[in-house]
């Protein structure tokens, strides 16, 4: 089992920035490739980002390419997602997630093995 706990959510205005975390415990934190998803009210679940094990290679879905940043510090058990340029459409629940995959691309909600309760981020116009 992994535990995963968000933090760093809130209420920004558009053009802001927020650096969302994601502490992990139990199974080891380097097996698995980390990404981040978000749900606005009455969407479904959204890929927003991955990183692989190592931390070298990531990916991103293309409506947040160039204003965000995932990385990851294995010694500390823990992923960041650093949003620049924030925009109301960015406004959703943001959730972590592990993958035994390990790799960085893509992901789906199901290939994803394990959830955080998410973290909420509001965009103000």
């Known amino acids: 089992q992994v535990q995963l706990v968000e933090s760093g959510g809130g209420l920004v205005q558009a053009g802001g920035s927020l650096r969302l975390s994601c502490a992990a415990s139990g199974r080891t934190f380097s097996n698995y490739a980390m990404a981040w998803f978000r749900q606005a009210p009455g969407k479904e679940r959204e890929f927003v980002a991955s990183?692989?094990?190592?931390?070298?290679?990531?990916y991103y879905t293309d409506s947040v390419k160039g204003r965000s940043t995932i990385s990851r510090d294995n010694a500390k058990n823990t992923v960041y997602l650093q949003m620049n340029s924030l925009k109301p459409e960015d406004t959703a629940t943001y959730y972590c997630a592990a993958s035994f995959r390990a790799t960085a691309r893509m992901y789906n909600t199901a290939e994803c093995d394990y959830w955080g309760q998410g973290t909420q981020v509001t965009v103000s116009s």
């Open positions: 990183i692989d094990r190592s931390g070298y290679y990531t």
